[in-house]
């Protein structure tokens, strides 16, 4: 059974740090690409960023709220997934999952979520 | 980027109605695009994916169909435990966008 467990979440003050973590099993973690998405309170999701797998390449990729700020990486010997944040704005409070992708006849999907973990940003 | 727009916004239906929500992508994505499910306080389920493939475990009352820039949800007949929100999204291209979300009430 596929598992995602997200910890790290809480309380910072507008421009401090946080790294998020997302321990994965259940599947062969080292060939999956992974994301993180989030979610601010009482709206949408947005798609934070992603990494591919080491084998094809293990490169980044995010969107531009947060590039530059945020840097994804992972451990593939601990089958861990990792957000780090810095220079954390108000803006940037959200519920912050991780998923993983799949790759489907046309593009790839979000099939495995965890739970998520809440960063709230506050003074 | 690619922006993706829903509507309705929020729906109030009955159990046992047929239900359809409408997904629009600012440029052609072909099939690129999947569907979520979100209950509150719960993360997002896979739904539909390439715009009309049945997530495996999903009931077959819900269809996707669509392509280019216009897609639809359906679900044939509602059932309590479908009463959430919906989001489309695309993986055409990164940023991957979705949809800002059909909020489906009981009536």
């Known amino acids: 059974e596929v598992q995602l467990v997200e910890s790290g979440g809480g309380l910072v003050k507008p421009g401090g740090s946080l790294r998020l973590s997302c321990a994965a099993s259940g599947f062969t973690f080292s060939n999956a690409w992974m994301s993180w998405v989030r979610q601010a309170p009482g709206k949408g999701l947005e798609w934070v960023g992603r990494?591919?797998?080491?084998?094809?390449?293990?490169?980044?990729d995010y969107a531009a709220p947060v590039k530059g700020r945020f840097t994804i990486s992972r451990d593939d010997s601990k089958n861990t997934l990792y957000l780090q944040m810095n220079s954390l704005k108000n803006e940037d409070a959200a519920v912050y999952y991780c998923t993983t992708m799949t790759f489907g006849p046309t593009g790839i999907y979000f099939d495995y979520w965890g739970q998520g973990t809440l960063v709230t940003v506050s003074s | 980027d690619i922006q993706m727009t829903q509507s309705p916004s929020s729906l109030s239906a009955s159990v046992g109605d047929r239900v359809t929500i409408t997904c629009r992508a600012s440029q052609s994505i072909s099939s690129y695009l999947n569907w979520y499910q979100q209950k509150p306080g719960k993360a997002p389920k896979l739904l539909i994916y390439a715009a009309s493939r049945l997530q495996s475990g999903v009931p077959s009352r819900f269809s996707g169909s669509g392509s280019g820039t216009d897609f639809t949800l359906t679900i044939s007949s509602l059932q309590p435990e479908n009463f959430a929100t919906y989001y489309c999204?695309?993986?055409?291209?990164?940023?991957?966008?979705f949809g800002q979300g059909t909020k489906l009430e009981i009536k």
């Open positions: 999204q695309q993986s055409y291209s990164t940023p991957y966008t």
């Open positions: 990494i591919k797998s080491k084998i094809d390449g293990g490169t980044t």
